[in-house]
């Protein structure tokens, strides 16, 4: 049997010259043509496949014919070559019947027409120029045994490139017009073993300048400092930090509404009503961001005023052009407190919802639902 597929292989390589001869036009098409296009190619396998299912039937048909000729009288031998002939009927009857039944019912089955790819499409990103991007070093102070790897593009992962986990010092070459930066997510550790932080997960940090030592902070730039040697993967922005944005303690960004409340009647001073309608001030409130900062800070110090003020959770946010918002906090996991991101893009919308069940909601025990518990927030505008 070894013999045999040994044999089978070495033919295929003999017949690799064979297939290099011209093929033949079916049905008016011809694949020896460079130009040909997909749909045409699939069209004419659809022939072929008729054409040598019909050619093979007829070669057996032909030697079922002369095993009954020359089994002269041998049972045996003829209820062979009536199977044979009556498999090869119905074979040809599948292969025509299938023709017929596509052509009858629908014609252009047969025309098919795949559209070719535009080479004028538009990049969903930014393109950064050559000579520019986020350089990634294996050394302090920009210090390499090799060339450096150049990110131009947000890399949910560093493992293809042979750099997860290898970066000690980033260097960013800023391109004529533009103003790069870059969040980083790094691996940590719990238990002695190491949580990756590919896909935009674990601990993280931002940048917009160089860092010589990822060891070390540069104000609020990769404060607190990553580490070197754990970062997984990385977001390439192009924008400036800080800017502005509306927080909700509802979805959709829209006002909270209860539809059992009342307005307090200002002329009826016996109004008692124990279920007032939220003012604007209470669901919403409008922050400028130019830095990591306290929620917990942002709310008390922004979002109140006297009685009134910000209630509830934030759960959505609202922009007025493209914002890049990441989240930072401490999750109690098993007992054990991590740190732990979450970045949003308002790419194509003027809302972010946050996401419920994310890494930032916790069940509290007695009461429905979760609630909403990052620790930090930093805003980017980005172009």
């Keep these: 049997m070894k013999r045999i597929i040994l044999f089978i292989l070495i ?43 019909s050619l093979i039937g007829v070669i057996i048909l032909i030697v079922a014919g002369l095993e009954w000729i020359s089994a002269y009288g041998d049972a045996k031998v003829i209820n ?36 070719g790819i535009d080479d004028n499409y538009t990049p969903p990103e930014f393109i950064i120029p050559e000579g520019s991007g986020i350089l990634l070093y294996s050394e302090t102070n920009y210090i390499t045994e090799e060339d450096p790897l150049n990110i131009r593009y947000s890399k949910t992962s560093l493992i293809a490139d042979g750099f997860h986990g290898k970066t000690s010092s980033i260097k960013i070459n800023q391109p004529p017009d533009m103003t790069l930066g870059a969040i980083l997510f790094a691996d940590r550790e719990k238990d002695g073993k190491i949580i990756s932080g590919t896909e935009f997960r674990g601990k993280c940090s931002y940048i917009t300048e160089s860092i010589p030592d990822l060891n070390n902070s540069l104000g609020d730039q990769n404060n607190p400092p ?13 924008g400036s930090v800080g800017g502005d944005i509306t927080i909700y303690s509802n979805y959709n960004c829209q006002p909270k509404i209860d539809k059992y409340c009342r307005e307090v009647d200002g002329g009826n001073k016996n109004w008692d009503d124990p279920n007032s309608c939220l003012s604007p001030e209470e669901y919403s409130c409008s922050i400028r961001i130019n830095e990591f900062k306290s929620i917990k800070e942002i709310i008390e110090e922004d979002c109140s005023s006297g009685e009134t003020g910000f209630k509830g959770e934030i759960l959505s946010i609202a922009v007025d052009s493209r914002t890049g918002i990441l989240l930072r906090g401490l999750v109690n996991d098993e007992g ?17 919802n946050m996401i419920k069940y994310g890494p930032f909601y916790k069940t509290v025990d007695g009461q429905k639902g979760s609630i909403f518990s990052p620790e930090e927030i930093m805003v980017f505008s980005l172009d």
């Design 11 to 53: 033919g295929i390589i003999f017949c690799y010259p064979v297939l290099a001869v011209d093929y033949p036009v079916i049905g008016g098409i011809n694949i020896n043509d460079p130009n040909i296009t997909a749909s045409q190619f699939i069209i004419y396998l659809f022939y072929l496949i008729i054409a040598v299912g």
């Design 336 to 352: 054990e407190t991590e740190e732990i991101c979450q970045y949003f893009d308002s790419k194509n919308t003027t809302c972010i």
């Design 226 to 238: 990553i580490g070197q040697n754990t970062l997984a993967s990385i977001i390439v922005f192009n």
């Design 80 to 115: 062979s070559a009536k199977k044979k002939i009556a498999a090869v009927f119905t074979g040809l009857i599948v292969l025509f019947t299938s023709y017929i039944v596509i052509n009858t019912l629908n014609p252009a089955i047969l025309d098919v027409n795949i559209e």
